[in-house]
């Protein structure tokens, strides 16, 4: 089946520095979602993307599809502590099911 | 993750006995998936069903698990004769029948520990 990796495993970063994390595959992906997750919660949709070579922006985070369709990076800038989290991608390809496949995520801390 | 809801929070079970858990998925949504989160790792997809229907139960292991999604009320996941190795966190997202990924919403999940 496929899989994500995700790099880096964890980060530990001075709060208002940017921050860069990506993911790989060896399939080929026809979605890319990035998500993050607080502890004792269920993960929370930050960013979608649908087309390969898309670059989206929600905020202070930036997306982008990779035009392989086997990468995406995710981009943090000026971070505050609330980024505080693990942020984890997942592709999907297209059909009916819809399930997702995850990376194993990256463990953000955000040092005052 | 406002609407997906999942009980319990927290479950905890000796070993051999049976787990339910439960999911309601958001209002209008008729699609649900089961997903296991093992500490410190990403989340295995597991099981996807509509309403009465089972679509796709690849990810599944073959004995002990079960799912439904009936007419009325909510999906559940069900372990029979739990063992040490399924404690972990049972997520469910719902999806309404059509549209894109941006409606994959979340539950808060539940935790199970089998002691």
């Known amino acids: 089946g496929q899989q994500l990796n995700q790099s880096p495993q964890s980060m530990f970063i001075q709060e208002g520095e940017d921050v860069s994390m990506n993911c790989t595959s060896s399939?080929?992906?026809?979605?890319w979602l990035w998500y993050k997750q607080d502890p004792g919660e269920g993960p929370v949709l930050l960013i979608a993307l649908y087309k390969a070579g898309e670059l989206t922006s929600n905020g202070r985070l930036t997306a982008q599809f990779g035009i392989t369709r086997k990468d995406s990076f995710l981009n943090i800038s000026a971070s505050i502590p609330s980024d505080v989290g693990i942020y984890f991608c997942?592709?999907?390809?297209?059909?009916?099911?819809?399930?997702?496949?995850f990376g194993s995520g990256t463990q953000l801390t955000v040092l005052p | 993750n406002a609407g997906v809801m999942q009980n319990p929070r927290h479950l905890v079970r000796r070993r051999g006995q049976e787990a339910r858990l439960r999911c309601s998925p958001m209002k209008g949504h008729s699609h649900v998936y089961w997903y296991r989160q093992l500490p410190e790792e990403g989340l295995k997809f597991m099981v996807y069903?509509?309403?009465?229907?089972?679509?796709?139960e690849s990810g599944m292991p073959k004995e002990r698990f079960s799912a439904e999604f009936p007419k009325e009320g909510p999906s559940i996941l069900r372990i029979q004769q739990v063992v040490r190795g399924d404690s972990a966190a049972y997520f469910c997202?719902?999806?309404?029948?059509?549209?894109?990924?941006?409606?994959?919403?979340f539950g808060s999940g539940t935790r199970l520990t089998v002691v």
């Open positions: 997942a592709g999907s390809l297209s059909g009916s099911a819809r399930q997702l496949t």
């Open positions: 399939s080929i992906f026809n979605t």
């Open positions: 069903l509509q309403k009465e229907n089972i679509i796709d």
């Open positions: 997202a719902s999806l309404p029948g059509q549209g894109s990924l941006y409606g994959y919403t």
